[in-house]
């Protein structure tokens, strides 16, 4: 039996993680699968724990309000401890560039487990952005053992790391596996989400919407006031648009989000959704302004153009094959490129192109049968 400990902390890893959790669960007679689940994140990791199904080994339950990086990383290190040294797991998985996803991988260093990066090899080259995640992955990335890369760009980056080329497997973007699991789940006959009946009240047809999410340490202050600003005045500006915002739980989004943003008539600010939910707006939606890693990444496969509120990528696919455009978190940027989407059609049809640069929802099969041809 080949021990497999796969950890993660937060909403994206879980999604990103989920369908590699039920796959090496498809193969009971090869590996044993225990989960670990720092909770770094609470309520929205369950979310996707509960709609993924997937009942934690080990929940270390590590969240704390307003949290600061230097207490959730040691805590990690040290509550990992007793659960390596008991399972003594051949292979621990890890997922991104998250507190959780560096701080697991040196455990598992310390442990002498085979540390596997899932989503290995993005890079913006800049450390203070996105902060502290650039870090966080370039760490992990030397830790690493086994590095399975979204993107033959991310394979690349590593190879200029001189990373071994043979401990690097391209694989696919496990978010195409986990956005292909959602999106049956959902059109299987007997599934009801209450979320989505509720957003159907919410939505008002005859707008335009545009699905709004934003948590990025290095917009906090100034930045998320920017945005604030430009969302107030598109909404107030283009009357046939409805601006919906699921807004992040972290404190210093929800601050300067709920003080600015909560009385204008078509700007409806909301908890964050379930995953389903929340694929069935970017569906309803007619684009998406955005800070997040892995809606860059879904978007391009549902053809929904995505204007991303930083100054770097890691993920330059999307920006090459047109679906994606930064705008920082210049208010007047942000203001113009979402009028331009509104007013210009040649424009919106350009970005609004399906393409698949991140995968085709095979990505966990092929991490599998790696593992399993790789042994102990
Ligand atoms: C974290 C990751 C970021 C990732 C993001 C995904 C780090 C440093 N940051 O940022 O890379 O893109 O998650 O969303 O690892 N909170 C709740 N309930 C929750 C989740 C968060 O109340 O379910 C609040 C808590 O007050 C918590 C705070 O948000 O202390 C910040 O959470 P944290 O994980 O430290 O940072 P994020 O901004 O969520
Ligand atoms: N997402 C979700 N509910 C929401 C907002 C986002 O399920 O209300 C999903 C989204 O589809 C994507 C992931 O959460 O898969 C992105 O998470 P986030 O933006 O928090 O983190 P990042 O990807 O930037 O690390």
Partial sequence: MIKNLIVFGTRPEA??????????QKHSEVFETRVCITAQHREMLDQVLSFFEITPDYDLDLMKPNQNLYGLTADIITELKPILEEFRPDYVYVHGDTTTTM????????SGAKVCHVEAGLRTFNMTSPFPEEMNRCVTGVISNIHFSPTETAKQNLIDENKNKDSILVTGNTVIDALQFSINKVNANNFVDEEIEQLKDIIRKEKRLIL?????????????????EALKEIATSNLDTQIVYPVHLNPNVQKPVYEL?????????IPPLSYPAFVWLMNQS?????DSGGVQEEAPSIGKPVLVMR?????????NSG?????GTDKDKIILETKRLLDDKDSYENMSK???PYGDGKACQRIVRYISKNGK
Wanted: glycine letters at 4%; aromatic letters at 8%; proline letters at 3%.
């Fill in 15 to 24: 999604i990103k993680m989920a369908p590699l959790v039920k796959e090496f």
């Fill in 103 to 110: 701080s697991s991988s040196l455990a598992a260093f310390y």
């Fill in 212 to 228: 709004v999410t934003g948590h990025r340490r290095e917009n906090h202050g100034e930045g998320f006031i920017n945005i604030c």
């Fill in 261 to 269: 943003l909560n009385e204008i008539d078509n700007i409806q600010l």
């Fill in 286 to 290: 007619y684009l998406i302004i955005t």
């Fill in 311 to 319: 100054d770097t990528t890691e993920r330059p696919e999307a920006v």
């Fill in 323 to 327: 679906t994606v455009i930064l705008v």
């Fill in 354 to 356: 399906l393409h698949n």
